[in-house]
């Protein structure tokens, strides 16, 4: 299974992200809609990129009531959303209602620990011992299996021992960094070399892509990368 490469749109406005989407051009064909962009734009942002022939991977990250969110996962998919992210927090029965609501073309991927997260700041957030991350996620992990999810989202580190236990789910990593790159707020990163030889289905590439003074070019070094291993 090779990886697919997903373009993070973190800007604040469509506009921006029309000015990325028309620079990278045809190389890029998949792109994440996240709370920043979709909160300005609303709909018209899926829209706008699937009358431009685009996949999207609208990661909203939803943590609701059952009936909510499976309203909510019926609306992604009338928009044409491949991919919707819901919290695995949220526990069974919501995630079994946003996989009744995605229906079958789209993909629910639940989130399991937030890759800005280490075992101690987890922790705390939890309220209790800091957990073991690779055990937590693989929790989350086979809750949804069960709900028979698409995928879930974790960090590199974990990509492996996911595949193992549940290779019908299909991982999908953000916090992707090239070599030497900047961390920013991510404390768990992986290189797209790592996560794609341990089994991502989808890597999320944001900054290292964006944010260099040739996209297209990081971009086609990354495919290549990817296709040579």
């Known amino acids: 299974m090779r990886s697919q490469p997903i373009i993070a749109l973190d800007v604040p406005m469509l506009a921006d992200a029309k000015a ?3 620079r990278l051009g045809p190389d890029a064909d998949f792109y994440k809609v996240g709370l920043e962009l ?3 734009e609303g709909p018209r942002v899926v829209e706008w990129l699937r009358g431009e022939g685009k996949r999207v991977f609208l990661d909203l990250k939803l943590y609701d009531i059952p009936n909510t969110v499976r309203g909510a996962a019926r609306s992604a998919a009338t928009m044409g959303a491949s991919l919707l992210t819901v919290h695995g ?4 029965a919501m995630v079994d209602a946003a996989v009744e609501g995605a229906g ?3 993909g629910i991927l639940v989130v399991t620990v937030l890759t800005s997260f280490d075992a101690p700041s987890l922790g705390i957030a939890l309220g209790r011992e800091a957990p073991e991350m690779g055990g937590e996620v693989l929790r989350l992990a086979q809750l949804a299996d069960r709900a028979g999810a698409h995928g879930i989202v974790c960090s590199g580190h974990e990509v492996r021992a996911v595949r193992g236990s549940y290779p019908r789910l299909k991982p999908l990593v953000p916090g992707i960094r090239l070599s030497g790159g900047a961390t920013h707020d991510q404390a768990r990163v992986a290189t797209p070399e790592s996560a794609a030889a341990d089994g991502a289905a989808y890597l999320v590439l944001g900054r290292a892509v964006t944010a260099a003074p ?3 070019d990081v971009l086609r070094e990354i495919r290549m990368t990817l296709a040579a291993g």
């Open 89 to 92: 927090y949220g526990g069974a």
């Open 214 to 216: 040739s996209p297209v």
């Open 38 to 40: 979709f909160t300005a």
């Open 20 to 22: 990325l989407v028309q």
């Open 104 to 106: 079958a073309e789209t």
